[in-house]
T-cell receptor, first 111, second 112 residues
Framework: TQLLEQSPQFLSIQEGENLTVYCNSSSVFSSLQWYRQEPGEGPVLLVTVVTGGEVKKLKRLTFQFGDARKDSSLHITAAQPGDTGLYLCAGVTNSGYALNFGKGTSLLVTP | EPEVTQTPSHQVTQMGQEVILRCVPISNHLYFYWYRQILGQKVEFLVSFYNNEISEKSEIFDDQFSVERPDGSNFTLKIRSTKLEDSAMYFC??????????FGPGTRLTVT
């Protein structure tokens, strides 16, 4: 089972600050997905990255896939309280469709 | 917007009983999955299902578990002889031709 390490585990910032969270592995993934999960709910898909070096933007969120397809980052610009939640990365190997999840970064944005 | 639905939202059962968790995947999706999340832990893959058969399963998915697509819309997970450690959130997901998986809201299973 490929291990996806997410850092930091917890992050508490004030509204308006920028932040970056990381997702790292020693394994190569054919694709990597970022999800956001609220307590007691299912993960909600934010973005999928497939190509090494790929950058995708979703409003104030910028996602990057590492050149070697082993790591990814999520950068949030001017964070808002509505960004509060658990951010999960999950990778798919070349051998199937099973998602291997990280433990997530729990983000708290205070007004 | 199409979404994955799951029933029930919460299931309480006694140890040793059988439970069936139900899911309705997104209608034009072809791949179906079950995951579980024990409280405070990461989401774990259980099984994937395609073309009416299991395409991949994890070591968690032992003989206690089974999946079925009884008709054109439902996808079920059966857990026989439940154990205390089966208590978790169970998520169904579906995908089309890409690897993008869309998750349902989950069923919270509590085994007492």
């Amino acid at each position: 089972t490929q291990l996806l390490e997410q850092s930091p585990q917890f992050l508490s910032i004030q509204e308006g600050e920028n932040l970056t969270v990381y997702c790292n592995s020693s394994s190569v993934f054919s694709s990597l997905q970022w999800y956001r999960q609220e307590p007691g709910e299912g993960p909600v898909l934010l973005v999928t990255v497939v190509t090494g070096g790929e950058v995708k933007k979703l409003k104030r969120l910028t996602f990057q896939f590492g050149d070697a397809r082993k790591d990814s980052s999520l950068h949030i610009t001017a964070a808002q309280p509505g960004d509060t939640g658990l951010y999960l990365c999950a990778g798919v190997t070349n051998s199937g469709y099973a998602l291997n999840f990280g433990k997530g970064t729990s983000l708290l944005v205070t007004p | 917007e199409p979404e994955v639905t799951q029933t029930p939202s919460h299931q309480v059962t006694q140890m040793g009983q059988e439970v069936i968790l139900r899911c309705v995947p997104i209608s034009n999706h072809l791949y179906f999955y079950w995951y579980r999340q024990i409280l405070g832990q990461k989401v774990e893959f259980l099984v994937s299902f395609y073309n009416n058969e299991i395409s991949e399963k994890s070591e968690i998915f032992d003989d206690q578990f089974s999946v079925e697509r009884p008709d054109g819309s439902n996808f079920t997970l059966k857990i026989r002889s439940t154990k205390l450690e089966d208590s978790a959130m169970y998520f169904c997901a579906s995908s089309g031709q890409t690897s993008e998986q869309y998750f349902g809201p989950g069923t919270r299973l509590t085994v007492t």
